[in-house]
């Protein structure tokens, strides 16, 4: 199986950017959409962002015009550009495929505090 690692996230004040990467063990990305999901403290982890394959993207109304996904396909890292961010982004932040058929990694933690 694929193994999935994300990385990038940190303590930003709100209003800042990060961005935030995952690299796959193995070529998935390029056979595959790619998602993004978060989990925030005390909820269930949630779709942030996903892609078809060489086609469009489509972003949750929470974080569209803040988030931006992309994808490095020759070196097995999807990345997620993270703009203005606010207090309610706070979450653990995961990749997955758009489907959800890798096991899920250790998630990165994004922290939003003044």
């Known amino acids: 199986q694929v193994q999935l690692v994300e990385s990038g996230g940190g303590l930003v004040q709100p209003g800042g950017s990060l961005r935030l990467s995952c690299a796959a063990s193995?070529?998935?990305?390029?056979?595959?959409?790619m998602g993004w999901y978060r989990q925030a403290p005390g909820k269930e982890r949630a779709w942030v962002e996903s892609d078809i394959r060489g086609g469009n993207t489509f972003y949750s109304y929470s974080v569209k015009g803040r988030f931006t996904f992309s994808r490095d396909n020759a070196k097995n890292t999807v990345y997620l550009q993270v703009y203005n961010l606010r207090l309610e982004d706070t979450a653990v932040y995961y990749c997955?495929?758009?489907?959800?058929?890798?096991?899920w990694g250790q998630g990165n933690q994004v922290t939003v505090s003044s």
């Open positions: 997955n495929t758009a489907q959800v058929t890798q096991p």
């Open positions: 193995g070529s998935i990305f390029s056979t595959n959409g």
